[in-house]
């Protein structure tokens, strides 16, 4: 080998690291940070689902019925539609009610106008204190009568609330319909969650857990069919044939061990994430206002307007929402809370017919 050759390598490495180096340990970061993000436990389910079960089927009909009371019967429903925002709260008072549960209200005002969170409870038998919180948002945007967004998150909240009813697990397990999530009172002082998660913060209440179901209903086969905010379309699956589990980056183990808990419980596509809060859409629900009160708060769902055309518009009505498959996520989603909720009986009877 010549010197003239060591000498051009030489310079070649020297001018070439100017834009090779850095260029390399952007890569290696972003590989760890995509691999930190995307390292979820267990596996997706992936092949064809298999037939409903019984429990299932029940679901089913019962989300059914639930999107089509919210988002046909009663339409489109916020302060703008007051009464039908009113006729929105008693229906989910009412199903409580029915379901054995003592259901209480949270109201406030906004506007001029009372509003109300929707509260019911299974105290904990042993660790009262500690609560695990599944909630939903019950207005609508203006202008859609809200089906997917997030009539199907509410009828997902009254079935879990259905299948848990005769459970009593050593944590409390709070079910909260949330009023006032959209515009324009998203992040603002008359969102009903973020009242709720102030007013817990200030009694002092440790909300160990908190899942925002947040339009949960519809999904895809169709290739090209899923979207994501960047970079993450690089990483995950094209299909919008499944349900996310989103968290901010302090929320990490929660996301973790819900969505473990899920692939167990579960025989449906599940993915999971948890970024950093500043990627859109990520803090986009009432998981947000637990965030703000120091709660670790996750958002269950199937990505909206990542996927879903019809969101936030008058076309989001009950016939695009996918009950069938939601009856499997709900389902999947039951497991979950009891194994965050400390239910000695994890595996539950539904728990035994998904598999
Ligand atoms: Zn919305």
Redesign the pocket.
Known sequence: MSAGSNRTSGMSWRIGGGFVLPLIVCFILLVAGVGYIMDMPGKSHSGPLAPLSGEEARIRDRLTAHVGMLAGTIGERNLWHYSALAAAAEYIEQTFTGLGYRPKDESFESRGKTVRNIIAEIPGRSTAGEIVLVGAHYDS?RGSPGAN??GSGVAGLLELARLLADRVPRHTLRFVAFVN??APFSYSPEMGSLVHALAAKARGEHIGAMLSLE?IGFYSDRPGSQQYPSPLKYFYPDRADFIGFVGDLGSRKLVRSALRSFRQHARFPSEGASVPASIRGVGWSDHWSFWQAGYKGIMVTDT?FFRYAHY?TAEDTPDKVDCERTARVVGGLAGVILDLAGDAAGETDLAVTNR
């Open positions: 945007v967004d997030n999530e959209e339009t909206a936030h």
